[in-house]
């Protein structure tokens, strides 16, 4: 079975700082697909950022880009010059996309806390 | 376009009842998927409906269980309610052939007394 793993269960920066969350998962699929989510306080998940395993680039949005490691099976997000409104809970999902069995596995998350 | 709405917001109900939310997806999404969010479990995946047909399901007990509509608007109703059902619930749509691009609801905040 799929598992993923957030290490941090909570991260402080200040405003402007870069910021990195980690993201390990366990799997034995080599076509898969990866996110980032991220849950502010009013609760609607947004998806930040999606990673398809067969590229070797990394996905980069604006500010947001990963560092994914397809050997260690790690999944950073790297959050640059990091702003007020990015404070909120950020979730690493895996999905399996086979046998049209679409579901996300979660991690447990990361609070992540900006400062001004 | 509308984003994915879900009614109601906040729900208060009693052990032993039951309960139907809802979940209406973005126009032209077919697929609508379920998760329950608690504290100590965290996010679970709970059942993804495709054109009126049940796709996937999660571990959950029998009590739960959804429907999806022709609309592609889907509930979902728990039966004989639990403490522990208490959680929010989430909706997610996505269009066919891009599933794994899912586009979340607000949520149903669920409190079971």
């Known amino acids: 079975a799929q598992t993923v793993t957030q290490s941090q269960p909570e991260m402080s920066v200040q405003e402007a700082e870069t910021v990195t969350l980690s993201c390990t998962y366990d799997t034995s699929e080599s076509n898969y697909y990866l996110f980032w989510y991220k849950q502010p306080p009013s609760r609607q998940m947004i998806l930040v950022i999606r990673q398809e395993a067969y590229k070797q680039q990394n996905a980069t949005e604006n500010r947001f880009s990963v560092n994914f490691q397809k050997a260690a099976k790690s999944f950073s997000l790297k959050i640059s010059d990091s702003q007020l409104g990015d404070t909120a809970m950020y979730f690493c999902?895996?999905?399996?996309?086979?046998?049209?069995?679409?579901?996300?596995?979660w991690g447990a998350g990361t609070k992540l806390i900006i400062k001004p | 376009k509308a984003g994915v709405t879900q009614t109601p917001r906040y729900l208060i109900k009693t052990r032993g009842q039951q309960v139907t939310l809802s979940c209406s997806p973005i126009?032209?999404?077919?697929?609508v998927s379920w998760y329950q969010q608690t504290p100590g479990q965290g996010l679970q995946f709970l059942f993804e409906?495709?054109?009126?047909?049940?796709?996937n399901k999660g571990n959950f007990p029998g009590r739960f269980s959804g429907r999806q509509f022709s609309n592609s608007r889907s509930e979902m109703n728990v039966s004989t309610l639990e403490l522990g059902d208490s959680a929010l619930y989430l909706c997610a749509s996505s269009l066919e052939g891009l599933v794994y691009e899912q586009y979340f609801g607000p949520g149903t905040r669920l409190t079971v007394t």
């Open positions: 999902a895996f999905m399996k996309p086979r046998d049209s069995n679409y579901q996300l596995i």
């Open positions: 126009s032209g999404h077919r697929s």
């Open positions: 409906y495709f054109s009126e047909t049940q796709r």
